[in-house]
């Protein structure tokens, strides 16, 4: 079954962009604990080129997303983070093109 999120009262997503400038073992493994561990995280990628990683997050709103920030903030040492809010949905599917 296949859930409507802003049904839910979850009305924004954010594709959140990070970079780090760290690259030890420790801190990924703390970074990957931090992003299982919360629920509004729905997809991460790890990425080729100037951004490390993308999240897909799901929120009620621009301050669940703070919320959601400043705990990851708190948890794990970040250099850089840019939220992009998506303004519609155009296509998602789970549709593999076989």
């Known amino acids: 079954?296949?859930?409507d999120p802003q049904a839910l009262g979850?009305?924004?997503c954010f594709f959140v962009l990070v970079?780090?400038?760290?690259?030890?073992?420790?801190w990924?493994?703390?970074f990957?604990?931090?992003l299982r561990a919360?629920?509004?995280?729905?997809?991460a990628h790890r990425l080729a080129g100037d951004i490390d990683y993308i999240l897909k997050?799901?929120?009620a709103n621009a301050r669940a997303y703070d919320v959601f920030y400043q705990a990851l903030i708190s948890e794990v040492k970040i250099y850089n983070v840019t939220a992009l809010l998506s303004m519609e949905e155009i296509k998602s599917t789970t549709m593999l093109p076989l």
């Open 28 to 30: 990924q493994e703390r």
């Open 1 to 3: 079954m296949i859930l």
């Open 57 to 59: 997050v799901r929120v």
């Open 10 to 12: 979850f009305e924004a």
């Open 19 to 26: 970079r780090t400038s760290e690259h030890e073992a420790d």
């Open 38 to 43: 919360r629920p509004e995280v729905m997809e």
């Open 32 to 34: 990957l604990q931090a």
